[in-house]
């Protein structure tokens, strides 16, 4: 098996979501005591939130970029940024290491296609959800019509990203108002929902949802997985 490289810490919550599912898909494909081989690079997540506030998305791209080399010098034969958000600088990853980069909307978009899904509500942070780099992937390579939700409806979404996924907490109310945003997102038309943020799995599982889900985690994870045992 391939060495899996994971870019995490932005949160360290999902990052450790990630690990659990490289390992359990690569026992489930492989049997008996098999996990997977990965390294993980965890950065300060403080340091990153703020540039992102700010804009500064160039230095952001310059971080990223020195932690995929970090990761391919350790020995990594794939890189993964274990965070959508921060998907925003993935070019400056792909520019920066001689390795495959496995982008996180390109196993979502394949398997939405699959199912035969082409209306799509996403939910993520903001940037996710307002800015190009996301859902014109999604658009332009898969065909998907991707809705957003409302500005009030994003704040929400972002708010308790940020608030409280970020820091481990899972409450029933913030559930209930995820719940709520998926009703309007089918309302208007999705036929299925992205969780666009690596956090919200924590949060939203299948039954929480009215709508088919999409966990970009699980997604990006198996994918991972799949591509290091079949380039062995």
């Not at 658009?139 to 009030?152: F, N, Q």
Request: proline share 3%; aromatic share 6%; net charge negative.
């Amino acid at each position: 098996m391939k060495t899996i490289g994971v870019i995490g810490g932005m949160s360290w919550e999902s990052s450790t979501e990630y690990y659990r599912l490289l390992n359990r898909y690569a026992k489930d494909r492989l049997g008996g005591h098999h996990n997977a081989r990965s390294l993980l690079l965890t950065l300060d997540f403080a340091t990153i939130e703020a540039a992102q506030r700010a804009g500064d998305w160039p230095a952001l791209g310059e971080q990223m970029a020195d932690a995929a080399r970090q990761l391919e010098r350790g020995g990594a034969d794939l890189v993964l940024l274990a965070t959508n958000t921060m998907h925003r600088v993935a070019s400056s990853i792909e520019q920066a290491v001689s390795i495959p980069f496995l982008h996180i909307a390109d196993p979502t978009g394949v398997a939405l296609c699959a199912a035969g899904i082409g209306r799509v509500g996403l939910l993520g942070t903001r940037y996710t959800m307002e800015q190009a780099f996301y859902v014109d992937r999604l658009r332009e390579r898969y065909g998907l019509d991707v809705l957003i939700p409302t500005e009030a409806e994003r704040h929400d979404v972002h708010r308790i990203i940020y608030n409280e996924l970020c820091h481990g907490v899972v409450s029933d109310a913030s559930r209930e108002v995820y719940r709520r945003i998926i009703d309007t997102l089918a309302a208007r038309g999705a036929q299925a929902v992205i969780l666009g943020c690596t956090e919200i799995t924590l949060l939203i599982k299948p039954d929480d949802s009215a709508l088919p889900v999409f966990d970009t985690t699980a997604l990006h994870a198996q994918a991972a997985v799949q591509w290091a045992i079949d380039a062995a």
